[in-house]
């Protein structure tokens, strides 16, 4: 047997424990079973690589499930590595988190946004204001949350906004939950430790900035 042949034997044959891993987690997430922290740690790797790629996994399992809550695996996340490397490995998952139902939506019909705006009016709003920056629209969108994030990421690649401005506009309307999230999930057993409540209370002036932003960019764009 050559060196090829068995580096990709021993290869596989580390992954299979993460790839039983993904199929029960699939599951879980397709079950619409409400999951806890301690539930996703129980099924994660212990190597740190292998915990980022199942994590990752997971982030793209997320955007198959609306109703699974990201924010529970930027805090798995925070649990499992330091602080820089923990937000590392969140921002490429909800980049993955973006990019799949986005490509979906891309991949459809031409007039898949407009059955998407019938199923969810609220989508109407980004239709009315689609001439403005779509960085601008990305972020905001996300910032705010208007709608759950597969249903704005399918919108946003039915109607062709340039993927660069979507990813990088979606990922930082993202940042104040994801980077809270992380830290919260670092002190989840610290719960009255100061670091605890100041990031929920930043957590929280971010969310409020973000709706008073959204309602001045609602006045300017003239939606009532």
């Known amino acids: 047997m050559n060196d090829k042949k068995r580096n990709f ?5 580390r992954l299979l424990p993460l790839l039983g891993l993904a199929v029960g987690l699939g599951w879980l997430l397709l ?6 922290v301690d539930e996703i740690l129980d099924y994660t790797p212990a190597q740190p690589l292998l915990a980022a790629l199942f994590l990752w996994l997971a982030f793209a399992l997320k955007s198959l499930s609306m109703v699974f ?17 923990a937000l590392a490995v969140n921002t490429v998952g909800i980049a993955i988190t973006l990019t799949l139902p986005y ?14 705006i019938a199923r969810y009016p609220k ?4 239709r009315r204001v689609r001439e403005t920056s779509g960085f601008f629209l990305s972020f905001i ?14 919108y946003f690649g039915a109607t062709r906004l340039p993927y660069p401005a979507y990813i990088a506009g979606g990922v930082l309307g993202f940042m104040p939950d994801l980077i809270c999230a992380t830290i919260l999930g670092q002190q989840i057993e610290n719960w009255d430790s100061p670091a605890f409540w100041i990031t929920l209370a930043v957590n929280i002036l971010a969310c409020v900035s973000a709706v008073f932003l959204y309602r001045w960019y609602r006045r300017r764009a003239g939606i009532a």
């Open 123 to 126: 989508l109407r709003e980004l």
């Open 103 to 116: 490509l979906l939506g891309r991949a459809s019909e031409l007039d898949f946004s407009e059955k998407l």
């Open 69 to 85: 809550p990201v924010l529970l695996l930027f805090a798995v996340s925070g649990q499992l590595f330091p602080l820089p490397v």
């Open 141 to 154: 969108a996300r910032a705010v949350g208007i709608l759950a994030c597969d249903v704005v990421s399918l």
């Open 9 to 13: 034997i021993m290869w596989t044959a």
């Open 31 to 36: 079950s619409g079973r409400s999951l806890t």
